[in-house]
């Protein structure tokens, strides 16, 4: 069965400093996708940043990378200059036949 | 525009009834997604659908149906047997073999009254 596990309930950071969010999985596919989505108070879902599996080279997207390590199946969030508008809900989540997300994880930055 | 539209943004059920919450997409997605979040918790998957007249139960499939009759449309029916059905309901699409542009509709918020 594919399983996800984020170890961080809550998380906060100071604004413009770095944080980071881990998140493993498992799973018995090769292919895959992994994803970590935003979840704001508006509770909209918000994709912040993808990884393919067969791709060594870490996903970035501005201020957020990965590190994805597929050997032990880690997949961890990097936020770089966080801001407060990055506080809301993180979810990672992976991606064979279906879309399993993690239980979360809570990240405040404050000023 | 193209998108998902769930409806209503908020239900009340009273005890002993079955109430419908709708999903509707106009983006020619093949696949489907009936999500559960409870307060303060992640996403659990209820149902989920590949293709036209074809679905699999997710992880928490227990009191809960759904139908996948046209290809736009994928209503999730809460039945009387779940006992615990005040949740926040999330439907998400997206096209067969592209995982990665996954749709989420706006949610609807189920309470019990």
């Known amino acids: 069965a594919q399983t996800v596990t984020q170890s961080q309930p809550e998380m906060s950071v100071q604004e413009a400093e770095t944080v980071t969010l881990s998140c493993t999985y498992d799973?018995?596919?090769?292919?895959?996708?992994l994803f970590w989505y935003k979840q704001p108070p508006s509770r909209q879902m918000i994709l912040v940043i993808r990884?393919?599996?067969?791709?060594?080279q870490n996903a970035t997207e501005n201020r957020f990378s990965v590190n994805f390590q597929k050997a032990a199946k880690s997949f961890s969030l990097k936020i770089s200059d966080s801001q407060l508008g990055d506080t809301a809900m993180y979810f990672c989540?992976?991606?064979?036949?279906?879309?399993?997300f993690g239980t979360g994880t809570r990240l405040q930055v404050f000023p | 525009d193209g998108g998902i539209t769930q409806s209503p943004k908020y239900l009340f059920r009273k005890e002993g009834q079955n109430v419908t919450l709708s999903c509707e997409q106009n983006?020619?997605?093949?696949?489907m997604y009936w999500y559960r979040q409870d307060p303060g918790q992640g996403l659990r998957l209820i149902y989920y659908?590949?293709?036209?007249?074809?679905?699999q139960k997710g992880d928490i499939a227990e009191g809960y149906s759904v139908s996948r009759e046209k290809k736009e449309s994928f209503p999730l029916t809460v039945t009387s047997a779940q006992k615990n059905p005040t949740a926040f309901y999330l439907c998400?699409?997206?096209?067969?073999?592209?995982?990665?542009?996954?749709?989420f509709g706006s949610g609807t918020q189920l309470s019990v009254l």
């Open positions: 998400a699409s997206r096209p067969q073999g592209d995982p990665e542009k996954l749709f």
């Open positions: 659908s590949q293709i036209v007249n074809d679905f």
């Open positions: 799973t018995s596919e090769n292919n895959y996708y």
């Open positions: 983006l020619n997605h093949d696949a």
């Open positions: 990884q393919e599996a067969y791709k060594q």
């Open positions: 989540a992976p991606h064979t036949d279906k879309l399993i």
